[in-house]
């Protein structure tokens, strides 16, 4: 049997804004049904790779491969149609819009048609969202708006799914909670590839991580080897060598 | 001031007011999902009327005697030739300028209504224009000297202008096109993340204000019959005015401030003056601006990342 190329494949990307490089030669691979983590500080380009991923911004140099097509210069909606989706940085649910529409919205490269069984699905997974469902989703709770926000991407059926730090300002019993359905979405058998600053859970949670520092990723490896790592102890968990 | 004027005043205002609504509609809905005052809508607005009068020139020439079909084929014409023209503007005039600083679209705007506005004259001659009343049944109430007009082309203006409305009030409520105008109108980056083709979206847009602003052409011609390439001009002002006031980016907005422009307008020019009634009607902006510049029912500008 021939090796499966990755699910998602990037090679020596990089990214700006205008003077700013924020990427500079990331390479990483995600593969079918992992939950991959990128770890890094504040500015260090985590938001900028998902984005990149779909286009925007456009990478200036290096290759995205999904499912061993290069997707690099697609159009952002193009790229959805291909089974990714994000739940990004802020959320950014449609607040003017009802919980129920910002699934329906979700659901878009699927044209609609198995918007039943997928809401059901989602009340499922996110029991709160049900209860909410015809509420404003601005006037969500920011562990709610998560919830919506993650639920909106699966209602696509991603193969690959990224989150834009999920624990960002929540509480801890709500971060547990949402870090427990993530595990449970790996096991319906979609892959996640998860950009966190609570490296700790991520790294817990994840099979294989990487650090990124300044737009370039430090170091990589699975997720206990990086929970051991002296310099990931002392940066991003804060315990002193 | 007997009751009489004062209720001619409230049908006149009414219709006018209906065409306002009409037109607002597409400057509202640009603005709302690009963030630009599309200042050649007025002049799409003006083309329609001249499609109005060669709609139904061809149409009669061609032995058509059914005159509510010859509507109804003028008023279908019109919107669709109008609506390319929309969609053209936007295509040639603003997407490549996507991007850039607030400035240069507004500019290409104004290129565009001067564009038209020429265009239209260089084609179409720089007279006036007309078509002949059509439709002269009239309904009156009151006696011989103290009477209440309204004629049925009043009647279909208003009719029609609400039966659009509450058509686009459905799709963009209901339907999954309006739903995705909604997004990508909320949030673009977002909206495209989630497989909406964003810029076909903002097409839509051009093309459902065109047609909007087409069906208040058709009705207008019918009503006054007179027309130049400059009708655009004031009236796509009248027609901003009333976004702004009603809050512009709001779609309800749009329709609630054409009424009240439309109604005070004329309560204006019966009971006070007609030689002011653009004064006044501007001065409403200025007010609204001053006091309440998000408009009745628009929403504090949230700065788009
Ligand atoms: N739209 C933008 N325009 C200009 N510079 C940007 C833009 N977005 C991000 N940057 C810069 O690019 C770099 C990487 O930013 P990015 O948002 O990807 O970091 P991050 O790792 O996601 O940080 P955080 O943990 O704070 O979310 C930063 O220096 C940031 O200032
Ligand atoms: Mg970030």
Redesign the interface.
């Known amino acids: 049997m021939p090796e499966q190329e990755p699910l998602l494949d990037i090679q020596q990307l990089d990214a700006r804004y205008g003077a700013i490089q924020a990427l500079r030669g990331v390479s990483l691979r995600v593969e079918r049904g992992e939950i991959v983590t990128l770890i890094g500080a504040n500015g260090a380009g985590k938001s900028t790779l998902l984005m990149s991923i779909f286009g925007d911004p456009r990478p200036s140099a290096g290759h995205i491969r999904y499912l061993g097509r290069d997707i690099t210069g697609l159009p952002t909606h193009a790229i959805a149609k291909l089974g990714i989706a994000q739940a990004p940085e802020g959320r950014r649910i449609f607040p003017a819009m009802r919980v129920e529409e910002n699934l329906l919205m979700g659901a878009t490269p699927l044209g609609m048609q198995h918007i039943d069984t997928d809401l059901i699905k989602v009340f499922e997974l996110f029991p709160r969202l049900k209860e909410r469902r015809d509420q404003r989703a601005g006037t969500l709770s920011g562990g709610e708006q998560q919830m919506l926000a993650i639920g909106r991407a699966l209602m696509s059926r991603p193969q690959l799914l990224l989150l834009d730090e999920p624990s960002l300002g929540l509480a801890p019993l709500v971060t547990q909670r949402i870090f427990a359905i993530l595990g449970e979405i790996r096991a319906t058998g979609t892959t996640i590839f998860l950009v966190e600053q609570n490296a700790r859970q991520a790294l817990k949670l994840a099979q294989r991580g990487y650090v990124l520092v300044n737009g370039a990723i430090r170091l990589s490896g699975s997720g206990e080897e990086l929970l051991a790592n002296p310099e990931v102890r002392q940066a991003y968990l804060g315990i002193r060598a | 001031m007997d009751w009489h004027i004062l209720a001619q005043q409230l049908v006149n205002g009414l219709t006018l007011g209906s065409i306002y609504g009409l037109i607002a509609i597409g400057y509202t809905m640009v603005y709302g999902i690009i963030g630009m005052i599309n200042f050649a809508h007025g002049d799409v607005y003006m083309v329609s009327a001249y499609l109005t009068a060669i709609c139904l020139a061809v149409l009669f020439s061609c032995g058509i005697d059914s005159l509510p079909f010859a509507l109804l084929a003028t008023l279908v014409a019109a919107m669709l030739i109008t609506a390319a023209y929309g969609w053209t503007i936007e295509r040639i005039a603003y997407r490549p300028l996507r991007g850039s600083n607030r400035l240069a679209p507004l500019i290409s705007a104004i290129g565009m209504s001067l564009v038209l506005q020429n265009g239209v004259q260089l084609s179409q001659g720089a007279r006036t224009q007309g078509v002949p009343s059509l439709i002269p049944a009239t309904l009156r109430f009151g006696d011989e000297e103290t009477f209440v007009q309204i004629t049925l082309v009043q009647v279909m203006i208003v009719v029609v202008s609400l039966a659009s409305m509450a058509l686009l009030h459905w799709l963009i409520g209901r339907t999954?096109l309006g739903?995705?105008c909604?997004?990508t109108q909320?949030?673009r980056?977002?909206?495209?993340?989630?497989?909406?083709?964003?810029d076909r979206i903002i097409s839509t847009v051009f093309v459902i204000g065109a047609a909007m602003a087409a069906i208040a052409g058709v009705l207008v011609t019918l009503n006054y019959g007179s027309f130049d390439f400059y009708i655009g001009f004031v009236t796509g002002i009248k027609a901003f005015t009333a976004a702004v006031l009603g809050g512009i980016g709001s779609l309800p907005g749009a329709m609630l401030g054409g009424l009240i422009l439309g109604l005070s307008e004329a309560l204006f020019s019966g009971m006070v003056n007609t030689d002011y009634k653009d004064v006044f009607a501007f001065s409403l902006l200025v007010l609204v601006l001053i006091f309440r510049p998000t408009g009745l029912l628009g929403k504090p500008e949230v700065e788009k990342v």
Request: glycine residues 6%.
């Open positions: 999954t739903r995705q909604r997004a909320q949030d980056r977002m909206a495209a993340i989630l497989g909406i083709d964003t």
